[in-house]
């Protein structure tokens, strides 16, 4: 789509609303009932529950009817309706997530936290491959998902410099019994049959007492990608299934246990991606890839967890306690690469090499926070953080000659071991200046001690011994905020967040036969200033959600490769600006229009040889604009509550990379446009929602990776489902 074709819709979208995003409580509200007086929403943003509109900083909250109105059951399915939250995919388990253009492209480590609940997920280091493994939940049983933009150093710790995405579950009810089930079916042009269901249960055993919840769901996708090569059809296809059982107990008034066991499993056969050449040309078909090894992916993810709540009457005493293993399996066909180099350098007759990865986390960590409670003019938040964490990445290479018969080389044979542990302590202190106007100052300080052990064997590798490293981090939160009313709120914000840094791979350059990397990289830190107002109409007719940021980055650690082996370096900042908007109408009962846009700017500030980027250069995977329009009406009236909606989105062209990288060469993803249909009734207590996605079958582009092109070989190049047809059923009992 061009930018002539969206100028075509600007009046519709400046005189109605901007965009579909559902970044505003408002749009939520609305959205979740269509009644006279939708339910107001809650965040726990700053790890208390307050009302989002009251909020001082700028979040995003889809409810369970948010995600089910969209036929959401996976991240994917949600994403690109968030403003500002950016991603790169090979399927579920292989995601890659940034906010607000905090992103080099191919990232060190995670920028982004990700919670279930109050539990952080995954590894804190970048030595298990924890920026690539985001947590893709399963959809199933969600109260709501927070998206938390710009830094939560001071709250949340180390690695959600861009923000924190947050699953919270739902609680399990002490007086009700009942539960819901779901299943649905949609069919993609040119792929597979996808399905899926889920089924929740809540019972109380002893009333007002104690409850359990337990819930279990399964999702097959058909997938949609075929691997011309070798004749396979639907590499892409897989399936994500698990449960979840939650117990809570609340023996005294003041006295709250929540005990919570998740298990989660994905198996893919092969990576949702187009080969497509760097000129833009597909290598195969347009959806296709062109390999000739296959791609497994396998992903176990196990967490149990207690939250113990004690409140004392003028302050509330919280304890998460927390234990999770993260164990993901993958094949990855580097023939593109490694193929030509041993050809090249070493002479060695390969026509394939394939590179086997299993990574696997243990990690426990331990929150205790004392938050006060009551009206004084005086709010304060004091806790302690701990983490301690044990990986290890385990990567084989093999090589394979004519009629792929293996051949007897060593590429690469490499065991990484490693801890993290950190120690922090936070708090936050808000002030009353008057019942209308406050400030809230935090510091949060951190100390992180890593080791790491490199034993390694092969052509492009070597041993090292173990290092270790240790960093102190001190960071900061300043907000000032004004309610003119119990429905406007304006605030400003300053905050600063940091990834850790830490000891480094140790590569042997093949030419020269010198290491190709520094022996440590050290943290990366940004400052963030954020000012934004939100607002709505008295009767939540109409309502606004505005907020402008601009971010400094420095010392940004940077992936760059020697000879395919993957190492981490620091080099330069950069300087990010941006504009967030979202806009609700209601203009009769039964009929919601929302919007939102979102503007981002991000660029480098100095020449940086190690990115291949001059001044000036854009960060990849943002697209400076990104805007939508949903439209949703019901017969409100009408015992069958009779529906139909439709949603409009638009992404402006992006990059992947920068243009003199040849580590990671440049590829430049066009700007597209899609829309989804849906329509819906409710028979009994079965509510039936049909839905199209992607109605006119368009091939957008949504992310790409090179770290595979650069000898000449294509871009691997995640796009936007096909046309598809589904079919959902709901219930509650």
């Known amino acids: 789509m061009t930018m002539q074709f969206f100028g075509k819709y600007r009046s519709i979208l400046l005189g109605t609303t901007l965009a579909f995003l ?18 107001e929403i809650v965040v726990t943003a700053q790890k208390r529950t307050e009302r989002l509109i009251e909020t001082p900083q700028s979040v995003t909250a889809l409810t ?15 994403a690109n309706t968030v403003p500002g939250l950016q991603f790169t995919t090979q399927g579920a388990g292989s995601s890659q997530i940034s906010m607000r253009g905090v992103t080099t492209g191919a990232d060190v480590g995670p920028t982004v936290g990700i919670y279930v609940d109050e539990v952080p997920y995954g590894s804190s280091s970048s030595f298990a491959n924890g920026v690539r493994r985001a947590l893709d939940v399963g959809l199933f049983d969600i109260e709501r998902v927070e998206v938390l933009r710009g830094p ?11 923000g924190v995405l947050k699953y919270v579950t739902r609680t399990p009810s002490l007086t009700e019994f009942g539960g819901s ?25 002893s009333q007002d007492k104690l409850a359990v919840r337990a819930s279990g769901f399964y999702t097959r996708d058909g997938g949609f990608a075929d691997n011309v090569a070798t004749g396979e059809r639907n590499v892409d296809n897989g399936k994500v299934y698990g449960g979840r059982i939650d117990l809570l107990a609340k023996p005294t008034d003041d006295l709250s246990i929540r005990l919570t066991g ?4 994905i198996r893919r056969d092969g990576g949702s991606y187009a080969t497509i050449s760097l000129a833009g040309v597909p290598s195969a078909g347009g959806l296709d ?31 998460v306690t927390s234990y999770q293993t993260v164990r993901t399996a993958a094949v990855t066909d580097g023939s593109a690469v490694y193929a030509p180099l041993l050809q090249a350098i070493f002479g060695i007759p390969a026509q394939a090499v394939s590179v086997s990865e299993v990574a696997r986390t243990r990690k426990f960590t331990e929150e205790v926070r004392l938050a006060s409670s009551g009206d004084g003019p005086l709010e304060w938040l004091v806790g302690g953080f701990y983490t301690r964490e044990k990986s290890l990445l385990r990567q084989v290479g093999a090589a394979f000659g004519a009629g792929l018969s293996p051949l007897a080389v060593n590429i690469v044979d490499a065991s990484i071991r490693s801890t993290y542990q950190e120690y922090a302590g936070f708090g936050d202190l808000t002030y009353h200046l008057t019942p209308k106007f406050d400030v809230t100052g935090g510091i949060r300080y951190a ?27 001190f960071t900061y939160l300043a907000n000032a905020r004004y309610r003119f009313s119990r429905d406007v709120t304006a605030y400003a914000r300053f905050a600063t967040g940091y990834r850790p840094g830490g000891p480094n791979y140790r590569v042997i350059d093949p030419v020269t036969g010198l290491p190709g990397a520094p022996d440590t990289f050290k943290s990366d830190k940004l400052d963030s200033y954020e000012a934004g107002i939100k607002a709505e109409t008295a009767d939540r007719s109409f309502g606004i959600d505005l907020s402008a940021y601009v971010i400094r980055w420095k010392d940004i650690q940077l992936l760059t490769a020697v000879s395919g082996i993957t190492t981490y370096l620091n080099a330069g900042g950069a300087r990010i600006k941006g504009v967030e908007l979202a806009l609700t109408a209601r203009p009769t009962r039964g009929f919601l229009v929302t919007g939102a846009f979102s503007y981002n700017d991000g660029a480098i500030r100095h020449d940086n040889a190690a990115l291949g980027a001059v001044k000036g250069e854009r960060l990849p995977n943002t697209p400076h604009l990104t805007a939508a329009l949903n439209a949703d009406y019901r017969l409100v009236d009408s015992p069958l509550q009779p529906r139909v909606g439709a949603t409009l989105r638009y992404a402006s062209d992006s990059t992947a990379s920068f243009d003199a990288n040849q580590a990671l060469p440049q590829y430049n993803l066009p700007s597209y446009s899609s ?9 009994g207590q079965v509510d039936v929602q049909l839905y199209a996605r992607n109605i006119f079958d368009v091939r957008g582009q949504l992310s790409a990776q090179t770290v595979l092109s650069s000898f000449g070989g294509p871009a691997q190049v995640t796009l936007l489902q096909p046309r598809t047809f589904g079919l959902k059923l709901s219930t509650d009992f």
């Open 447 to 473: 100390r992180n001690n890593q080791k790491f052990r490199q034993d390694a064997t092969g052509l492009l590798v070597a041993s090292a011994p173990q290092r270790s490293s240790k960093e102190d981090v």
């Open 181 to 205: 089930a779901r299943m649905g079916i949609a069919d993609t042009r040119a792929g597979g049959t996808s399905y899926d269901g889920s089924v929740v249960l809540n019972a109380p055993i």
């Open 289 to 319: 890839q062109s390999h000739p090894l296959a791609e497994p992916f396998n992903s176990n993810f196990r967490q149990g967890s207690g939250t113990v709540t004690y409140d004392f009457g003028g302050a509330t005493l919280t304890s």
């Open 262 to 265: 998740f298990a989660q499993n």
């Open 675 to 683: 829309v989804d249909l849906r329509a819906g009734v409710t028979v």
């Open 22 to 39: 559902p970044s505003s409580g408002w749009a939520q509200d609305m959205a979740a009932s269509q009644s006279a007086d939708p339910a």
């Open 152 to 162: 939560q150093g001071t709250l949340y710790g180390a690695s959600s410099m861009g």
């Open 64 to 78: 369970a009817d948010d995600l089910a109105k969209l036929g959401a059951t996976q991240f994917v399915d949600f």
